[in-house]
């Protein structure tokens, strides 16, 4: 049965990580009706929430910051060359099934933002399960074209 509510749809997501014990804590803000914050198996951090702009549907979510050494050689890249890394990574990322979005600007790119949304009429713990699935998935593919374009840095490998 949907939920119908994002009271309804708040406790079906934290009975939810509590049972895949994802589940580590909530975050409260104005601006969602609720978010949790959880760990997959795969370390990755997700989140999942509802905004309040947003109706009849939660969203799973996780932030990868691009390390700093990464970031530092990014500054050092001509204009072209960061163009067409990011390029590069926009068609990469473009195919796999989260929204993203890379940030704050493409000139001092700091993260990369990926969303699996659900509406309420398919919100169930296989959609769930799924959602999570692709979006730490991302994380790691990003996190790999990162590594494997730059390498690691001499304190990454500590």
Not at 59 to 73: D, E, Q, R, S
Not at 123 to 142: F, H, K, M, P, Y
Request: charged share 25%; hydrophobic share 40%; glycine share 4%.
């Amino acid at each position: 049965m949907p939920v119908e509510t994002p009271e309804e749809a708040a406790a079906f997501v934290k009975r939810w990580m509590n049972d895949r014990r994802l589940f580590n804590k909530e975050s409260t803000n104005d601006t969602v009706y609720f978010s949790y914050d959880g760990t997959c198996n795969t370390g990755v951090n997700i989140s999942i929430q509802q905004p309040k702009d947003v109706v009849r549907a939660v969203g799973v979510t996780a932030k990868m910051l691009i390390p700093p050494y990464h970031l530092k050689i990014l500054s050092v890249l001509d204009r072209l060359k960061r163009s067409e890394f990011f390029r590069n990574l926009n068609q990469n990322l473009m195919f796999i099934p989260p929204a993203f979005a890379i940030g704050p600007n493409m000139e001092n790119p700091e993260w990369v933002f990926f969303i699996k949304e659900i509406s309420y009429d398919e919100l169930t713990e296989g959609r769930l399960i799924e959602s999570v699935d692709q979006v730490s998935r991302a994380v790691l593919w990003a996190a790999s074209i990162l590594f494997e374009q730059f390498g690691f840095g001499e304190s990454e490998k500590e």
